[in-house]
């Protein structure tokens, strides 16, 4: 069969500094059958390939120039769905030591805070506590931490444009 893609640029969304995540969803979920996604964005969507794949899409990815990406969304067949860990808030209540490590990832465009703070956590010991300033919620973030067993707290701030994220480092699994 024969695919027909249907055309998404997320690229002047990203420019005003908006989330695609759901325009993307609703796109994905008004495909037809036979369709894929042909989706163009400002960087390589990194963390969208399992989103997807969960929902039964392969992708093809390549840089067209200037930084940015085309991205084909196939679909497979039947989705296999992924088993992704909830994220893990923690508790109001729980006593968390001062943050060891502090980002300002206010003025960096996706996926570049999410990137920095994985490979941040990976570099801490257990316990320690790393706090990062973000200019969105991570919604990506948040199930990667959870893969790798770590806690959060995170809110905006009172100015609602900036998002304070703590993430508790837990022991690293064997």
């Known amino acids: 069969m024969t695919t027909t893609f249907v055309d998404l640029d997320v690229r002047p969304l990203l420019s005003a500094g908006e989330e695609p995540f759901g325009k993307i969803m609703e796109t994905v979920s008004a495909l037809g059958e036979g369709e894929g996604l042909r989706l163009l964005a400002t960087f390589k969507p990194i963390p969208l390939f399992s989103v ?19 991205v084909l969304f196939t679909p497979a067949g039947t989705a296999q769905p992924e088993e992704t860990p909830a994220p893990l808030p923690a508790s109001k209540d729980e006593e968390w030591p001062q943050p060891a490590r502090h980002m300002d990832n ?9 990137v920095r703070i994985l490979a941040a956590v990976e570099e801490m010991n257990p316990g320690e506590v790393l706090s990062a300033l973000l200019c969105r919620e991570p919604i990506f973030l948040l199930p990667e931490l959870a893969k790798r067993g770590h806690r959060w707290q995170g809110a905006f701030e009172p100015d609602g444009t900036t998002y304070r994220l703590l993430v508790r480092i837990e022991a690293k699994e064997a």
């Open 106 to 114: 206010r003025e960096l465009d996706p996926p570049e805070p999410m």
């Open 52 to 70: 997807l794949g969960s929902k039964g899409f392969s992708y093809e990815a390549r840089e067209i120039g200037g930084g940015d990406w085309e």
